[in-house]
């Protein structure tokens, strides 16, 4: 097998996977709420922009951009479990596949920096005396440090070195020096192509696709069912104690298991706090209109209620569950969803009465309860 053919039956083939499951997305009621998430961003920003003045720091944000995309990187490689046994015989004649991935991350990483970038060029060029060929010189340094944090995943180069570059371009971009950080930029793409793997390194890029791949099932577990996903767990010590508080009763055994699973699994407690977390910036940067304050409770609530539809269905999959002839399993996974949106409402309406100070944003905490009743019963 030629390496032109191995990329196009393993980049087809993942391309295939990854359009499979994008339709599902797309095809579930989640994503109602996601678009309304997204308008509403979209009209607090705007407000945010209308309101600021020249004093603002565009520059120190600009800056701060480069070390934020340089912290996240991520790759893929297309490798599976069995290449490392049934490619190791044509190492040597890989190069060729080595070259289309090392592009395909590049691209990726650039590709991901367009859309923060546009969000604060918006501000920048509000607050900053700049010129166009700033702006693309900007956008080019900043597209290589995406670039350069997904090749140094490949390349298993220390994260740091990448993150130091971004800070020094950063830096450059705060102190009204824009045009000197593509230099910056420049200097640590040569640096990653001098310490370039010179052979398939078949066990690294095999755990980066496999990591790769867990996280885009996670993403995809938030709309869909996913059953390769695999989980992880915490113990959670002091939870763990409040649940073992349930008392022992074979009515309450689904109770106690799914309330255990959610607050052990990253993918149940980790939501919560995730959504919550936004939705209180969400409510910070629209405090000023208790309309947009209102809204983004049921819109936050009614997200983690959909997404915690399908976490707690994944944990009727486990042996356990089957086996056990008592208790209602339908009826607890209600519940604990019902108690998890509970809190969750509690705690978005007390930070809207603190940011907005209007009772009104209350009737946003009865939608939100309204809307998760609603889904339960469906």
Known sequence: MTSATLWRERYQAAMSEMTKYTKYMANGGLLFTVYFVILYALVVYGRFLNQINGDFPGNLLMGGLF??????????????????????????????????????????????????????????????????????????????????????????????????????????????????????????LVTLHL??????????????????????????????????????????????????????????????????QLIRSTDGIGLIVRLTLIGAVFIWLGKDNPWLVTFAIPAFSGLTSFQLAPFTRAIDSHLLTRLLPFGDANRSRKKVIRVASIFQI?????????????????????????????????
């Open 67 to 188: 070390i934020i995309i340089a912290f996240y990187r991520t790759a893929r490689t297309f490798l599976v479990e069995a290449d490392q046994v049934f490619l190791l015989p044509n190492l040597p004649q890989l190069s060729s596949y080595m070259k289309r991935i090392r592009l395909y991350n590049a691209f990726l990483g650039m590709v991901r920096v367009v859309i923060p970038f546009l969000a604060i060029a918006v501000l920048y060029v509000r607050t900053e005396s700049t010129s166009p060929l700033e702006m693309i010189v900007l956008f080019f340094a900043l597209a290589m440090i995406g670039a350069s944090a997904n090749l140094s995943k490949l390349e298993a180069i220390p994260h740091r070195l990448v993150v130091l570059y971004a800070v020094g371009a950063g830096i450059l971009v705060m102190i009204d020096m824009p045009l000197f950080s593509i230099v910056i930029t420049s200097l640590l």
């Open 195 to 260: 310490k370039k793997y010179q052979q398939l390194p078949l066990m690294e890029w095999i755990a980066i696709e496999q990591e790769s791949r867990d996280r885009f099932y996670r993403i995809a577990n938030w709309f869909v069912d996913v059953p390769r996903l695999s989980k992880t767990y915490k113990q959670r010590r002091i939870l763990s104690q409040l649940v073992e508080k349930i008392q022992f009763d074979k009515k309450q055994t689904f109770d106690y298991l799914y309330m255990k």
């Open 346 to 378: 509690i705690a978005l309406a007390l930070i809207a009465i603190l940011m907005n100070g209007q009772p009104i944003v209350l009737v946003g905490a009865i939608i939100a309860i309204a809307v998760s009743e609603m889904y339960l019963r469906k």
